[in-house]
């Protein structure tokens, strides 16, 4: 969400920023939007300042025994009540214009962020790992997966496309994996938070879902909704607050459920679980002060680069473009791990820092220390810490042997019940 009052003071760098996410200029819009509702402000204002003098005089000429200007008075009065009414309607209904016009417009970016159209602008900040050599050739996973418990054909029959069965080994391994993320974030500072999976409009709206992101989500039948990503849940434990600097900075974590609809992803990854309706995550997020959002932003990806580098698992670190990043960005780091099956990096977290983009639109604020009236919005960050099931297919590709068995990487062992291998059935 934007302040219309920094777009009044310097329209040209608003529009600036827009064209470098290949957005048209909105100024004139809504600074035309704003100007029409200011003046019916100030007209109403108007309206019922003089709405309030004259029926002061009203009771003084009746006092005085002048009648004909009582008349006259009172004849004005009646006029500015029967005019008000529509003036305040209008003043709504332009508050309401400007808001939706402002909630529809996608975050400014950082100043270094790269200007590109897409994801082949995306610049590259550093690698880590090398790549595993196989003496065979490496498969994807839904080619040798099943025999360790992978089911995408009974998940079918229950539910249709883009779900799947974990059974036996496999979902023993993804437990594992949720469990040791957690344990890796909590150590690292994030308080470990149980959310609700359903959440009202509100707080979509509040982490900039909705209204533009309706298509991607699952709605219930009562009105809710089931959370795209724990981010919806744990960035609005602050909405419509105002906490204490010394409150901040508030990380937390979570691992979650989390349902998309892929309405824009359709053809995209339909073979095994990097594109799926339902899936776990453990989400990041991070409330805090302006001055401290950029150095949050890193220590919160170098805790999800942190989980893949005890995973042993190779990936590198890409610096998105103003074409790439997604609506409520200022400025976000993808994390793509090495998948041997189809020989390419591919996304397993994205941690984005959104400026007081959210927290405008949540409400959310806080007092810096030694002021008593002032308060500022906060910044909000997320980020995944990781996506579970696409770790789990890193595992699964990265640590293949040949006779379709997987070793496990040393880390998880404590969480496998014994288990150092997974083995065809």
């Not at 064209?19 to 704003?34: E, F, I, K, N």
């Not at 805790?303 to 698992?313: F, K, Q, R, V, Y």
């Not at 400025?331 to 390419?344: A, I, M, S, Y």
């Not at 983009?357 to 604020?365: K, S, T, V």
Request: overall charge negative; glycine content about 8%; charged content about 25%.
């Amino acid at each position: 969400m934007h302040d219309i009052r920094l777009i009044r003071e310097d329209p040209i760098a608003f529009d600036t920023a827009l064209a470098r996410r290949h957005v048209a200029p909105a100024s004139p819009a809504l600074l035309g939007l704003d100007e029409r509702r200011r003046a019916i402000a100030t007209e109403l204002q108007a309206s019922q300042t003089r709405r309030n003098e004259a029926s002061k005089a009203i009771g003084q000429a009746k006092a005085q025994k002048d009648e004909a200007s009582a008349s006259r008075l009172m004849a004005e009065v009646s006029l500015l009540k029967e005019k008000m009414p529509a003036l305040e309607a209008e003043g709504t209904e332009l508050d309401q214009a400007l808001s939706a016009a402002l909630a529809a417009i996608p975050n400014l970016p950082a100043a270094d962020v790269p200007t590109g159209v897409d994801e082949d602008g995306n610049v590259e900040q550093h690698r880590w790992g090398t790549p595993p050599a196989f003496d065979f050739t490496p498969h994807e996973h839904p080619d040798f997966a099943a025999p360790l418990g992978l089911d995408f054909e009974t998940a079918a029959l229950i539910a249709g496309s883009r779900f799947a069965v974990l059974k036996g080994g496999v979902a023993r391994l993804q437990r594992a994996l949720g469990a040791f993320m957690l344990d890796r974030q909590t150590a690292a500072g994030f308080t470990e938070v149980i959310p609700p999976l359903l959440v009202r409009d509100e707080a979509l709206f509040g982490t900039g879902q909705l209204p533009k992101f309706a298509e991607d989500l699952f709605q219930t039948t009562d009105g809710r909704w089931l959370i795209p990503t724990a981010e919806v849940s744990l960035t609005n434990m602050v909405r419509e607050q105002i906490l204490s600097e010394a409150e901040l900075p508030i990380r937390l974590t979570a691992l979650t459920p989390c349902f998309r609809s892929e309405a824009g992803a359709a053809g995209r990854d339909t073979r095994g679980l990097i594109r799926q309706h339902q899936f776990e995550k453990v989400e990041l997020v991070a409330i805090t002060i302006p001055e401290q959002s950029d150095a949050m932003h890193e220590a919160m990806t170098r805790a999800a680069e942190t989980i893949l580098e005890e995973l042993g698992l190779p990936y590198r670190r890409m610096l998105l473009c103003t074409g790439d990043m997604g609506f409520t960005a200022r400025k976000t780091f993808d994390l793509e791990v090495w998948l041997p099956g189809q020989q390419r990096y591919r996304e397993i977290s994205s941690v984005s820092n959104c400026g007081d983009f959210q927290a405008r639109r949540m409400n959310a604020r806080y007092r810096p220390t030694g002021e008593v009236k002032g308060t500022r919005f906060v910044h909000t960050l997320n980020g995944s810490g990781l996506a579970v099931g696409r770790t789990l297919v890193a595992v699964l590709e990265n640590y293949q042997r040949a006779d379709g068995s997987v070793q496990l990487p040393e880390a998880l062992l404590p969480y496998m019940g014994g288990l150092t291998e997974l083995r065809p059935a």
